[in-house]
């Protein structure tokens, strides 16, 4: 889930660093599932229990409410007053932020993982998705019909830009190629090789004929648009870049890096035109305005900073103590700001006229970062579930807008019958019943093994104690939001 996540800094080779990043990022997703996120001044201690006011704030001065998991990446087209979010829910949505509060169009929800990037296409009735799966999706935003998926990449995709003209888009993987797509066409375009580690951020030229990309090599590449020819080196970093954007009315480049470090290059002659404040964390989204010209970077941390471009002075910081800032965008007008993170909805941040700080009123600790469980094997049980199964999953009979289908009413359900729910076709095709075994036996063997070639996420518990523990909660749990479910007869069943 922390796909550019924090990382200690290294020395080595990029092949070395690309190893390092990985096994960083698993660290980092085991300690926010043991209860052991970051914390900024003033965030509660692990097992705290949720502020009251904490449901309320998600409604609150226009925030993007709906998606059912952490946000990852956020667009705005001020033209048109419309926003895209992608989330860990392995949904885009759609939203018109014309009136005084914003209304969701669309929720299009295609992908076999998390929505990593999206994309307005210019007049803004097209837009692109692109996740953990690999693939693109375009999508009319008119009438929510999926127009199209383009497929070739073998690793997640993390970022995407159209060319201006609209004619072009280009993904960035880390199966460590970028690769541009003709959207008049509908068909694959060049392949762009030549990075030594995933490809992080991709972005057009001014005339749309060459191609800007950077990855965790820390290299900053152009490439020509016709055939995907290496155009030449144009800027080395000492650390992995992981966010690049070309500023409007030219080629100057604005990245922010693994090291937490941001800099302004010339595209044409990698000179650099400004060393940006560092961040103490690692960089992890960027935005950028025309009018009034300005930069936004969003780091590891929470730290949101707002950069004038005309003298790279900070005009603005915001302090979000509740974790990663993983999407940026500025809302038209660019008085405020949407930022997402390990919350499931986007958070407005008003700039200008800037408002009094306020404590962020978070759920904290978030659903799957329960730490505190005591001697009760039910809490113990929900412990588990907080951890392994809340991201994607929901107790409640309604549940909607996860990863996964609601787990209310599991026990004595056909595997891939909860109406509605997009099962792949893998799953699809098994024939059985879950019971307890058949639930023990997924986390004692894994998703690979039971449910193979699921969106499920690769995991296991090895220990039987946890694993009866879950399944007691799940028992009472299911049996609670659903009487008279199936999952009351199978209160006296045995392991």
Not at 201 to 215: C, E, I, P, W
Not at 217 to 244: F, I, P, Q, T
Not at 301 to 306: A, E, H, S
Not at 430 to 458: N, Y
């Amino acid at each position: 889930m922390l796909d550019r996540c924090p990382g200690h800094r290294s020395v080595g080779g990029p092949r070395r660093l690309a190893v390092l990043l990985v096994a960083v990022c698993h660290l980092a997703v085991a300690q926010a599932q043991a209860g052991e996120p970051t914390r900024g001044p003033g965030t509660a201690a692990p097992g705290a229990q949720p502020s009251a006011a904490a449901e309320t704030r998600k409604s609150h001065a226009g925030n993007l409410v709906g998606h059912g998991g952490p946000i990852k990446a956020i667009a705005v087209d001020p033209d048109s007053s419309r926003a895209l979010t992608g989330s860990f829910d392995y949904a885009m949505m759609a939203w018109d932020l014309s009136g005084t509060e914003p209304r969701l169009l669309n929720r299009l929800a295609e992908h076999d993982g998390a929505v990593n990037a999206v994309a307005f296409l210019p007049g803004a009735r097209r837009a692109l998705a692109a996740g953990d799966d690999g693939r693109i999706a375009l999508w009319d935003l008119e009438t929510g019909k999926l127009l199209a998926r383009l497929e070739g990449h073998t690793a997640k995709i993390i970022a995407l830009a159209v060319s201006p003209d609209g004619r072009l888009a280009a993904s960035a993987s880390w199966d460590r190629t970028a690769r541009l797509w003709d959207l008049e066409h509908l068909s694959a375009g060049p392949v762009i090789a030549g990075h030594q580690g995933p490809v992080n951020a991709v972005a057009f030229s001014a005339d749309g004929q060459r191609l800007y990309t950077a990855g965790y090599d820390g290299a900053v590449n152009l490439y020509a648009v016709g055939d995907g020819s290496l155009v030449r080196l144009v800027h080395k970093h000492g650390w992995g870049v992981n966010v690049l954007a070309r500023l409007p009315g030219g080629e100057r480049l604005v990245l922010g890096a693994l090291n937490g470090s941001a800099k302004v290059i010339d595209g044409e002659t990698g000179r650099v035109v400004a060393e940006l404040p560092d961040c103490e964390r690692p960089i992890l989204s960027l935005a950028q305005v025309e009018k009034p010209g300005l930069v936004a970077l969003g780091s590891g941390d929470g730290l949101v900073r707002v950069v004038r471009i005309g003298d790279w002075s900070v005009i603005e910081e915001h302090a979000n103590p509740y974790g990663p800032v993983w999407a940026l965008a500025f809302a038209p007008g660019a008085t405020a700001m949407y930022y997402g993170g390990l919350d499931d909805f986007a958070t407005r941040w008003q700039i200008a006229p800037r408002e009094a700080f306020e404590q962020v009123d978070s759920t904290y600790p978030r659903r799957f970062q329960q730490s505190a469980s005591g001697d009760n094997p039910l809490a113990e049980g929900e412990l588990q579930f907080a951890r392994k199964c809340s991201v994607c999953h929901t107790l409640e009979p309604d549940g909607r807008n996860r990863a996964g289908p609601t787990l209310s009413g599991i026990f004595g359900r056909r595997i891939a019958s909860v109406p509605g729910y997009p099962y792949s076709e893998a799953l699809r095709g098994l024939d059985f019943v879950w019971t307890p075994e058949m639930v023990e036996r997924l986390f004692e063997l894994g998703p690979e093994v039971v449910t193979p070639g699921s969106k499920m996420p690769l995991q296991r518990m090895t220990e039987a104690g946890q694993r009866a523990a879950l399944i007691a909660y799940l028992k009472a749990a299911t049996a609670a939001a659903v009487p008279g479910s199936p999952a009351d007869a199978t209160q006296g069943e045995s392991k």
